[in-house]
């Protein structure tokens, strides 16, 4: 097995022990909910969005490390984007997930989320750090369907 | 099963226990899994109440049926036909000796413990249950034993009641008394939770269904590797178990039926095997069990199954019972001396299950790192959401201990959980 702290790296520690943007937001933003039925992990995204630029972005919820980590640092990443811009790291956060190719550009969009890298490694766990991403859609596109990993 | 002896057999320093003692050391060399490494460590099997391991008999028993007995049953007039029909029809005869059943036409071979449950839920219940009728089950339910209910309840108007558990995870027996009454048509429930362990005193509940006018189903998928089976002791008129968990193969499992109850039911699917006489206009139906077995069965599955109960006889529920419940006593000695470490579900009458939380780590986080030491255990919700519910938390971590484990198995998962803390401290 790859090294489990290429996981459990310490950004990601970091972060799940203490969750940046860990609140609600008022009823005007837009949410939805996430839900990984394998381990339980349940968040609610909340995002608001003005002129085409995520003003601001909140989770709350309960989950692993994985997930709790990939939400908090999403909503570091994202706060302030364009939505072009955020669908765009969306996407290479995806493949770096998923297919590990990602190209130069990438590095830049993803910034301090590369340290993800190593969950590709850990297959049953890629889901938990996407999940918050699919409920962060969700919530932008308005879906009311809660989104399950499985 | 006797609870009552079961209770007296734990009390802390007992007499030696009559020899010849178990030790899994003498079996462990039958599974040939047990040999194998995970991320190049020695396997530490603790998931065992989600699938046991097969011993060489059961996959020599399989292998045997293919290389030198396969053939259809009930439908051929040559020798290897009727050689497989045999076996197939002992093997049935096996599973009524080893749950005690009067009958063999009582025993009706299906996929596992989820298909028992919905065949009774579709034909006992499609033609007992009524609108307004109640079914009784437990909050200790695995899903297999709540969803068809549910299903049925929504399609005939009856109404589901819930026994609640306290805060052992024991079954609130009060409250049971109170919710049967003259409505009550079933009382379903699991003989050891998988969640939890509990062990439920399901003679003297299924009495109290049977004094109010209900039948009782007993959901024995955990119990049945664990503890002798008698379901005339029990006097259910149901019990279902799966072949998987007690050391058989996959896709084969057992409905225990009472014979008047089963010839009774309307048959579940239609198809060969299942008929006597078929025109356009009309078709008459074989008796049960054969009624209830459409289509060509798992006839290798059968065979494997009938020779892990040979196995297991061979070593004996009450020697495997005994030997579980002290790896079970050192399991939790160990495992609550770790600090934030809480065990979720001390009932006083346990099997060898331990669901445990800690304070600082997510248990499909410790599952993962586990996963790393060669240890598999189960994370999630066990499907128990209710259970999950009761205790207001979404997961456990799981370690379900067989009698091929060893203290060496547990002081891995131990040293595993050394490797929590220190990547969560
Ligand atoms: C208590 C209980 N009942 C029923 C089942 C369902 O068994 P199967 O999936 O083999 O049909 C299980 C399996 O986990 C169980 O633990």
Redesign the interface.
């Known amino acids: 097995?790859s090294d489990?702290r290429e996981?459990?790296q310490e950004v990601i520690?970091d972060h799940a022990k203490k969750p940046r943007n860990f609140h609600t937001m008022p009823d005007s933003a837009r949410a939805a909910d996430g839900h990984n039925?394998?381990?339980?992990?349940?968040l609610r995204v909340f995002v608001r969005v003005e002129n085409g630029v995520i003003q601001d972005i909140s989770f709350t919820g309960?989950?692993?490390?994985?997930s709790t980590a990939s939400a908090s640092m999403m909503t570091e990443a994202l706060k302030g984007k364009s939505l072009a811009d955020a669908q765009a790291v969306f996407e290479s956060f995806h493949d770096l997930l998923t297919t590990g190719n990602h190209a130069d550009k990438d590095e830049e969009l993803l910034g301090k989320l590369a340290v993800f890298g190593g969950v590709r490694e850990?297959p049953?766990?890629v889901k938990?750090a996407t999940l918050p991403w699919h409920t962060l859609q969700a919530a932008l596109q308005g879906s009311a369907a809660p989104v399950k990993t499985e | 099963m006797a609870v009552t002896t079961v209770k007296s057999t734990r009390t802390p320093k007992a007499p030696a226990p009559p020899a010849p003692a178990f030790s899994p050391d003498d079996i462990r060399g039958d599974f040939p899994i047990l040999q194998i490494t995970s991320?190049?460590r020695r396997l530490a099997y603790l998931d065992n109440a989600a699938t046991s391991q097969k011993p060489q008999a059961v996959i020599a028993a399989m292998t045997r049926f293919y290389n030198s007995q396969n053939a259809n049953i009930h439908r051929g007039v040559y020798e290897l036909s009727t050689q497989a029909t045999a076996a197939y029809e002992i093997a049935r005869d096996r599973v009524r000796q080893f749950i005690n059943a009067a009958d063999v036409r009582e025993i009706v071979f299906v996929r596992g413990a989820t298909e028992a449950i919905n065949l009774v839920a579709a034909s006992w219940g499609g033609t007992n249950v009524r609108s307004g009728d109640e079914i009784i089950l437990s909050t200790l339910e695995h899903h297999s034993n709540i969803v068809p209910w549910q299903m049925l309840a929504q399609r005939v108007g009856a109404v589901l009641r819930v026994i609640p558990i306290n805060d052992a995870g024991e079954l609130c027996l009060e409250q049971y008394e109170k919710l049967l009454n003259p409505r009550t048509r079933l009382v379903a429930i699991t003989h050891v939770s998988n969640a939890l362990g509990t062990i439920n005193p399901v003679r003297q509940m299924v009495r109290l269904a049977h004094a109010a006018g209900a039948l009782a189903l007993v959901d024995g998928a955990q119990s049945v590797p664990h503890l002798p089976i008698d379901v005339r002791a029990i006097d259910c008129d149901f019990f279902v178990f799966s072949g998987h968990k007690i050391c058989g193969p996959t896709g084969i499992g057992v409905l225990y039926a009472r014979q008047p109850i089963l010839q009774a039911m309307p048959p579940y699917q239609g198809g060969g095997d299942m008929i006597e006489t078929v025109t356009f206009d009309q078709t008459t139906y074989a008796p049960a069990p054969q009624k209830f077995e459409a289509g060509t069965p798992n006839i290798s599955g059968a065979l494997g199954l009938a020779a892990a109960l040979d196995y297991i006889t061979g070593i004996g529920l009450d020697r495997i019972g005994g030997y579980e419940r002290q790896l079970l006593l050192y399991a939790q000695e160990k495992l609550t001396r770790i600090k934030g470490l809480k065990i979720v579900g001390t009932a006083a009458d346990k099997a060898a299950v331990i669901s445990f939380v800690l304070s600082y780590?997510?248990?499909?986080?410790v599952g993962?790192?586990l996963?790393?030491q060669g240890v598999a255990i189960r994370?999630?919700?066990h499907c128990c959401q209710p259970v999950?519910d009761r205790y207001g938390i979404?997961?456990t971590a799981r370690a379900s201990l067989a009698f091929y484990n060893t203290r060496e198995d547990v002081d891995q998962l131990v040293l595993g959980l050394e490797?929590v803390k220190e990547?969560?401290h």
Request: with cysteine; proline share 8%.
């Open positions: 097995m489990l996981l459990y520690l039925p394998l381990c339980g992990d349940r309960s989950g692993c490390a994985i850990f049953v766990r938990c | 991320h190049g780590a997510h248990p499909h986080d993962t790192i996963d790393g994370t999630g919700h999950m979404p997961a490797k990547v969560f």
